[in-house]
């Protein structure tokens, strides 16, 4: 008896993580023998669809064992490989979000598939109507667009042999019923990459769909992984965000927003880096910062103001004055004349004050015009947004909404999200307090002005006219500007020891093992609705 009290003593970090992983596996049994409604059918273990998600469920604990091992057995495995882990985290997910999450089951996925498709007859040579946004496909592309709503009808051509094999009929078909989305080049070249590939080789339209989407997550991954070896401290943090189910199925996904993400994170890291970690700024850290943010405007214009961070940077870490201040003109003259050789048009839009005819409902949206004739009445509409939708961004941002805002996770999952980004915003004992009060109000500012724009933003492009609250924003807006928010706090209060950090990780595993699951629950009870 002394001796097992004396191992449990020993070993209770590893025991503990053992009994989270053992509630893990317990749950995923538990949703394995569920049985669907008998008027509607049965949901047998031995079928295809369960085998694979059965092996699926399978390598995802076994992956959480072993790092339930390494984390806490052998502690310093966690500190010496800590983006190798975070990497292939979120790379294991990553991969496991693309077959729970079927074809155009992600937000907007459609579109994105459509505007990577026209960039990529851009590369081929083939001509779109463009006056129309409609894009040339392959016919049998057209004919696979999925419901967009996943079922098990949708599952079981996902895992037909059939969908994978055999050549594609490469006639091309104008695709009328959608238009495409008219992005920034940058934020589809990589699923462009993969769909060009996919038409190249003749293969089927599930195999080029599945190598757009691993383009984008690769995409992510490389600029995750530099955001990580540049940042300074918080790696923590940026890894929590990237495990985050919204985060995964935005990545694993065809859309500009893993992209975005990426970009931001590597942004943040190297603005940090240079502010409290390196002697001198370099030339070259001036240039990359500078193509960083020219890259990410035009894609999404309000992470724009992510630029203001570059004032956390000391003006005695440049060489003098003069190029403190010719490094601020030049990056200022470079992004805005990409911007505006790239976004002129769609700027020009908004900016004329024409209301823009909403396609969901027989409505028109917003003009600047008309908000800034009655300031009163639309700083009222903001402020109502903010007061009666916060909690419901805040969840989003998470991923307590899936999909198409239709597939609801479990919201204890979600706050166990929360609980371990609030570990976060808990500052190392071991760790300095980087921030001074003045750091620290430029990380609000910046967050507050992105998160109003945000908000701006879809007013205009989503709101009806006359109505009192904005629509259309979602959570996974704020996951690029969410590191400000904690980094504003870090350090301010509490402290928590460095051996807390890896069950951050640990437990954002586990967790995504039982949002993996309650999504696959959630698709086979709709029995291809």
Same mark, same amino acid.
């Given at each position: 008896m002394k001796k097992f009290g004396k191992f449990c003593t020993e070993n209770h970090?590893?025991?503990?993580?053992?009994?989270?992983?053992?509630?893990?596996?317990?749950?995923g049994i538990n949703c394995f023998l569920w049985k669907i409604d008998p008027l509607k059918g049965t949901y047998h273990l031995g079928g295809r669809i369960a085998g694979v998600f059965v092996v699926l469920l399978i390598?995802?604990?076994?992956?959480?064992?072993?790092?339930?091992?390494?984390?806490?057995?052998?502690?310093?495995?966690?500190?010496?490989? $800590?983006?190798?882990?975070?990497?292939?985290?979120?790379?294991?997910f990553g991969m496991a979000f693309m077959f729970v999450m079927p074809p155009f089951s992600c937000p907007d996925e459609k579109y994105h598939f459509l505007g990577a498709y026209h960039l990529s007859n851009m590369v081929?040579?083939?001509?779109?109507?463009?006056?129309?946004?409609?894009?040339? &496909?392959?016919?049998?592309?057209?004919?696979?667009?999925?419901?967009?709503?996943?079922?098990?009808?949708?599952?079981?051509?996902l895992f037909s042999a059939g969908s994978w094999t055999g050549k594609a009929d490469s006639e091309l078909v104008l695709?009328?019923?959608?238009?495409?989305?008219?992005?920034?080049?940058?934020g589809y070249l990589p699923q462009a990459v993969g769909i060009t590939i996919g038409r190249l080789l003749g293969l089927r339209q599930l195999p080029t769909m599945m190598l757009a989407r691993m383009f984008s997550l690769a995409t992510f991954l490389f600029f995750f992984v530099l955001a990580l070896k540049t940042?300074?401290?918080?790696?923590?943090?940026?890894?929590?965000?990237?495990?985050?189910?919204?985060?995964?199925?935005?990545?694993?996904?065809?859309?500009y927003d893993g992209i975005v993400l990426g970009m931001s994170f590597f942004f943040i890291a190297k603005v940090l880096d240079l502010a409290f970690m390196a002697e001198k700024v370099k030339r070259k850290d001036i240039i990359l910062l500078t193509l960083l943010m020219a890259f990410l405007a035009p894609i999404k214009v309000t992470y724009l103001l992510l630029a203001f961070l570059m004032f956390l940077i000391p003006k005695e870490k440049f060489a003098s004055?003069?190029?403190?201040?010719?490094?601020?003109?030049?990056?200022?003259?470079?992004i805005g004349t990409v911007f505006l050789i790239f976004r002129l048009g769609k700027f020009a839009e908004y900016a004329a004050g024409e209301n823009t005819q909403l396609d969901y409902v027989d409505a028109q949206s917003y003009t600047f015009g008309e908000i800034l004739k009655d300031p009163v009445y639309s700083i009222k509409v903001l402020v109502n947004s903010f007061w009666y939708h916060a909690g419901f961004w805040f969840e989003n941002m998470f991923g307590a909404q899936l999909g198409w805002v239709d597939i609801n996770v479990p919201i204890f999952f979600i706050y166990g999200f929360a609980i371990l980004l609030f570990m976060t915003a808990i500052k190392p004992a071991e760790e300095p307090v980087y921030f001074n009060a003045k750091n620290r109000a430029l990380l609000w500012l910046v967050f507050g002005l992105i998160a109003f724009l945000i908000v701006l933003s879809m007013m205009v492009a989503w709101?009806?006219?006359?109505?009192? &609250?904005?629509?259309?924003v979602q959570g996974r807006y704020f996951l690029p500007i969410l590191p400000l928010s904690i980094f504003a706090v870090r350090g301010t209060c509490f402290r928590r020891s460095e051996e807390t950090t890896p069950w951050i990780m640990y437990g954002a595993v586990l967790l995504n093992i039982c &949002?993996?699951?309650?999504?696959?629950?959630? &698709?086979? $009870?709709?029995m291809g609705e």
């Open positions: 970090r590893l025991l503990w993580a053992g009994a989270f992983l053992l509630m893990a596996a317990v749950l390598l995802l604990l076994a992956y959480a064992g072993v790092m339930a091992f390494l984390f806490f057995k052998k502690s310093d495995v966690f500190k010496k490989h $800590q983006v190798k882990i975070a990497a292939l985290s979120v790379a294991l081929l040579g083939v001509k779109d109507d463009t006056a129309s946004r409609h894009a040339m &496909v392959r016919k049998e592309d057209a004919d696979f667009l999925l419901n967009e709503h996943p079922g098990i009808d949708d599952y079981s051509l695709f009328e019923d959608e238009k495409y989305y008219d992005c920034f080049y940058l940042i300074p401290f918080g790696k923590e943090l940026l890894s929590l965000i990237a495990l985050f189910p919204m985060t995964l199925e935005l990545i694993s996904g065809i859309s004055k003069k190029e403190y201040i010719i490094s601020a003109v030049c990056m200022a003259v470079f709101t009806p006219t006359g109505y009192p &609250v904005v629509l259309g &949002v993996y699951l309650s999504i696959f629950e959630t &698709v086979m $009870q709709r």
